[in-house]
């Protein structure tokens, strides 16, 4: 056994080295995060050899665990305050963004429209000993606008558009970091709060799957 998490460690060094930090992520904090998460942890067990590759894996539900690259890429999108920020996930699916969140903001809030993911990633947190994330099961798209506003929002599926109710819920200041698009194909977008408006950055093209809710896709 110990041998064997040794192997992962070292899968997940290469991991951040070679897939991450080579492409251009470059916040400590963040790849310091992504060198402590035990992503083996967060698939299927049949799934755990290929934890630390290049790519989406199944969870169940007909949801993925993201890419690791695509992962540390929208946390550090999200540039998240060191003291005492709180943050809303959209979409908990397996729990390992919510991990990767949780080593970095104060207070993570998440949302998940799967009692069953939800479950089990909430087991998976507290195992690890994250006990600063809040659970919520329900429709991700409208957010959660009793803990708002937030230093950030990152949804993790793909949306026509940005639901009318999250940048309600996000500071001034504060971004949401989300894949727009069609079901086939999106781009990773920013968008950061101004005074009176949102600047809006495009990124680089994503496949996620959708966002499935009242302000976004419906069910099919």
Known sequence: MAAQEDAFAEARRRMVEEQIAARGVRDARVLEAMRSVPRHLFVP????????????????????????????????????????????????????QTAILAHLAAEVFTIERHASLAAEAKARLRRLGLENVHFRVGDGTLGWPEHAPYDGILVTAAAPEVPPALPEQVRLGGHIVI??????????????????????????????????????????
Do not use: C
């Open 45 to 96: 067990p049949k799934y755990a050899e290929w934890a630390y590759g290049d790519g989406p894996l199944p969870i169940g539900n007909g949801q993925t665990i993201s890419q690791p690259y695509i992962v540390a890429l929208m946390t550090e999108l999200l540039e998240i305050p060191p003291q005492g920020a709180r943050v809303l996930e959209i979409g908990t699916g397996s729990g390992y």
């Open 179 to 220: 894949p727009l698009g069609g079901r086939g194909g999106q781009t990773l977008e920013r968008w950061t709060r101004r005074e009176d408006d949102f600047e809006r950055e495009s990124i680089i093209p994503v496949a996620f799957v959708p966002l499935v809710g009242k302000q976004g896709w419906p069910e099919t």
